[in-house]
């Protein structure tokens, strides 16, 4: 079971400043970019990134993604969402 | 052997810089006129085509100072049409509001400015020239632009004691990022030992100061703490590998597998004029000299550990050892490890003197 409050940290996320997105053609691979870093992305979370733009709730991206695809549980997305604010890529945009 | 794509773009844009670190990276004879001979921009440009063709992702524009380059914005401008992550690695004290906006305009996405410690006489005093409180109005006006800000620090025996009030001014800078790289000793730096090398005590301190702005998160994206390498077990893997992720560009034009790689005098890189980066990349003999595992001799031969660190970094092997195949002589395994062991006693009998530091200066 997920805890009420945790969930609600993850609410309003948006990409930090100076973090985005990048398709490499050459690569064939979506990719996070951010200061001295990138980290290639699975189909999963580019949809998942995509969703964070600072107005959707942590239940709306998941609604979304379930409607997306049908084997990602909620739990991964608790997990990427938190593994990327740890590393300070996501804020809470609700909180600015 | 599968050759990965590189990842990342180092475009040493110039040599010149108007301060004068004792442990300059840049080489000791970097005011020859074959440095002073700059790449034009047409060069440059298309440079940063072929590196987009390539699959780099991320381009840093250092120096010397990229400040210097007039032309910067151009270069940054091609690089961000192509979706590279753009960084500007610079000493700050040249970053002024107007061409600070005109990078924003252009595409940049974040920028690195050194400091050189806590307090301004002290940091004045490594720089060689006043320049501390520029480079605090430039992480400022850094800030204040919306770029994401890294301070980085080199550290050495003058400041490592203060690495806690370092990482203090790099809070209330709002830094989103630090580098706290100890000395790596080449070039200036190796030329400096004695006076930089610091103490087993100084780097315990400092490495509880960065343990504290670690748990209580001071910076959202991190902090990296370069570890002393003289002061390890292990060798760093350097450059993650040669030929495994960097491209160097120099000044001049030559590309190499890392920013002191010219120290190897049996190798002889290409120039962009002369090549294309994919070229350089997978075929060169530069970049393969020393890729992979087949180049080392014993005990990293027979070593586990051979594809963690590859056998450490080959311009120290040779610089301390002569030998460019040799095992790093930072590993403890080395037979060499002694030349290591010799340094430390050596900065450690000069603790009590004030140093004296040979500044980064121009041969006459
Ligand atoms: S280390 Fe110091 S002298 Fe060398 S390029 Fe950087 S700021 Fe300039
Ligand atoms: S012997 Fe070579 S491969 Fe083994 S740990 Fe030392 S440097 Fe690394």
Same mark, same amino acid.
């Given at each position: ?18 973090? =985005? ?5 050459? =690569? ?19 949809a998942i990134l ?36 740890? =590393? ?9 | ?72 914005? +151009? ?54 020239? @006043? ?19 890294? +301070? ?5 025996r003058h400041n ?71 002061? /390890? ?17 120099? @000044? ?13 005098? /049996? ?34 031969r027979s070593c ?61």
């Open positions: 079971m997920i805890e009420e409050n945790q969930i609600h940290a993850l609410d309003y996320l948006g990409l930090s400043a100076g973090v =985005r997105l990048h398709w490499s053609e050459v =690569r064939q691979q979506h990719w996070l970019l951010f200061p001295e870093g990138a980290l290639a992305l699975n189909s999963t979370a580019v995509a969703q964070c733009n600072g107005y959707h709730s942590f239940e709306a991206i998941a609604t979304a993604l379930e409607k997306q695809f049908s084997d990602v549980k909620e739990s991964d997305l608790q997990d990427l969402l938190s593994y990327m604010m740890k =590393r300070g890529l996501l804020i809470n945009q609700a909180q600015l | 052997m599968i050759i990965e794509r590189p990842l990342t773009l180092i475009a040493e844009l110039t040599y010149r810089c108007p301060l004068r670190c004792p442990y300059c990276s840049n080489p000791l004879n970097y005011s020859d006129s074959n440095y002073r001979q700059e790449l034009a921009t047409e060069y440059w440009l298309k440079a940063i085509s072929q590196a987009a063709s390539l699959g780099i992702l991320q381009l840093g524009f250092t120096g010397g100072e990229p400040l210097l380059r007039q032309d910067l914005e +151009i270069m940054v401008e091609a690089a961000a049409k192509t979706g590279i992550y753009t960084s500007l690695i610079t000493a700050g004290t040249l970053l002024t509001p107007d061409r600070a906006a005109k990078l924003r305009e252009c595409g940049l996405d974040h920028i690195q400015i050194s400091i050189q410690d806590s307090q301004a006489a002290k940091s004045d005093y490594i720089a060689g020239i @006043p320049s501390f409180e520029k480079k605090l109005a430039a992480a400022r006006l850094v800030k204040r632009l919306g770029f994401p800000l890294t +301070i980085n620090v080199v550290l050495h490592l004691d203060r690495t806690e009030e370092i990482l203090e001014l790099c809070k209330t800078l709002e830094a989103d990022r630090v580098e706290l790289a100890n000395t790596q000793y080449y070039g200036w730096a190796l030329s400096n030992r004695d006076s930089l090398l610091p103490t087993p005590e100084q780097l315990e301190r400092a490495k509880q100061a960065v343990a504290i702005a670690k748990q209580q998160r001071y910076f959202p994206m991190g902090v990296v703490y370069v570890l002393p390498d003289y002061y /390890e077990k292990y060798p760093k893997p350097c450059m993650g590998g040669w030929g495994q992720k960097t491209m160097v560009i120099s @000044p001049n034009g030559d590309v190499l597998p890392c920013q002191v790689a010219t120290s190897i005098p /049996e190798l002889t890189f290409t120039n962009l004029r002369n090549g294309t980066l994919e070229w350089i990349w997978f075929e060169s003999e530069a970049f393969n000299r020393f890729r992979g595992i087949d180049w080392m001799d014993e005990p990293c586990s550990r051979q594809t963690i660190d590859f056998g450490g970094c080959r311009c120290q092997a040779l610089l301390l050892t002569g030998s460019a195949t040799a095992t790093d002589p930072v590993c403890h395994l080395s037979p060499e490890h002694h030349l290591i062991l010799k340094a430390q006693e050596q900065g450690q009998g000069k603790q009590e003197f004030s140093p004296t530091f040979t500044y980064r200066s121009a041969k006459e």
